[in-house]
């Protein structure tokens, strides 16, 4: 099984819909990021968490929620689907400042 | 904000032949990250380092601190190391990573 799991791995979906992305991680790291990849661009922060209960956002966290349910479990939530959301989602991990794990990535389609 | 720079942007290589990839990147930093990102999409840690030189297999990776530079070297390259290398550092601003725009390889037989 991967360190990290993200589900679902591929979602089309329809604007105004609510969508949910679950990231898991077996590593027991304190620090879970969601990071947003579009063509051309590099990676960006959406949200980050260092511990449970803690929560803050990234560059570009406008139209995203995060919850950090337990130290294992980080979800990423679009109140309301746009187009613009079309991307490649991906969840990390990481053990203080060391080396970071990556889930493989959730691709999300809104139409 | 750190600013990242990588190059060059594509690389087409043949079989056999020495790769390097660049980064810089504008303000001091503790440590910096080489990602490779396969063509299905996930990404995998590579390297971290903060001084020096690291090695694994036919990858090395090297940091100039004063310079605010690093490189990632590929040895006899092979067709299986096609990828997206992308390099990250702190200074995202909201204490996460920024990352580089990636460098896309293709290593032809």
């Known amino acids: 099984d991967a360190d990290v799991t993200q589900t679902p791995r591929n979602r089309i979906t329809k604007t105004g819909k609510r969508i949910m992305l679950e990231c898991s991680q077996t590593?027991?790291?304190?620090?879970m990021y969601w990071y947003r990849q579009d063509p051309g661009l590099g990676l960006r922060l959406i949200y980050y968490s260092f511990d449970v209960k803690d929560i803050n956002k990234g560059e570009i966290s406008d139209g995203y929620s995060v919850s950090r349910q337990a130290q294992a479990k980080f979800s990423l939530s679009l109140e309301s689907a746009i187009p613009n959301q079309t991307a490649l989602y991906f969840c990390a991990t990481q053990a203080g400042r060391g080396e970071l794990f990556f889930g493989e990535g959730s691709r999300l389609t809104v139409l | 904000k750190n600013e990242v720079e990588q190059s060059p942007q594509n690389l087409t290589a043949q079989e056999g032949e020495f790769i390097t990839i660049n980064c810089s990147y504008s303000?001091?930093?503790?440590?910096l990250h080489w990602l490779q990102q396969h063509p299905g999409g996930g990404i995998v840690s590579l390297f971290m380092l903060s001084s020096g030189k690291k090695k694994h297999g036919r990858l090395i990776a090297t940091i100039n601190i004063q310079e605010k530079h690093s490189s990632l070297h590929i040895t006899a390259s092979h067709p299986r190391d096609s990828a997206v290398y992308i390099c990250?550092?702190?200074?995202?601003?909201?204490?996460?990573?920024?990352f580089g725009k990636g460098t896309h390889l293709i290593i032809q037989p």
């Open positions: 990250a550092v702190p200074g995202g601003g909201a204490d996460g990573l920024t």
């Open positions: 590593k027991g790291h304190d620090r």
């Open positions: 303000v001091g930093i503790s440590a």
